[in-house]
């Protein structure tokens, strides 16, 4: 006569424990990604000592082969003020954020502020531009 054990060996293995952590670990690495790269277009920027906080509305950038981007996206420099004007359509005192490469000329950066001064003289607005430095070593 064969004599059975009451309590059985299970050779199943429950992975919902598993699938539970490794979303939370997928979540958690989705939202610090975000949080490491702010700015999306990687430029050396011109350092400064002072320090100006505004409310930026839109921010355009200037990288080292001379290329516009209107907030990420590029923007060839005839279309520029009808871009920023898209952008900031609509307010009466918005803040256009320059983010400049050091090695770039200063006429590519007076050209942005030309063309925010071309649509406050159209639109009878006062439209700032501040550019944007890193801090001084």
Do not use: W
């Amino acid at each position: 006569m064969a004599i059975k054990t009451r309590n059985k060996l299970s050779k199943d293995f429950s992975t919902a424990s598993m699938s539970d952590l490794a979303f939370l670990v997928l979540i958690f690495f989705l939202l610090s990604s975000t949080l490491v790269a702010p700015n999306a277009v990687k430029l050396l920027l011109p350092s400064s000592s002072s320090r100006t906080m505004a409310k930026q509305s839109v921010t355009i950038y200037i990288d080292e082969q001379f290329q516009y981007y209107v907030e990420e996206f590029p923007v060839p420099e005839s279309s520029l003020e009808n871009e920023i004007g898209s952008k900031i359509a609509g307010q009466i005192d918005a803040s256009v954020v320059l983010r400049s490469d050091k090695t770039v000329p200063v006429q590519y950066i007076v050209n942005v502020i030309d063309a925010v001064n071309d649509i406050n003289v159209k639109t009878g607005t006062n439209h700032k531009v501040i550019l944007a430095t890193s801090p001084k070593e």
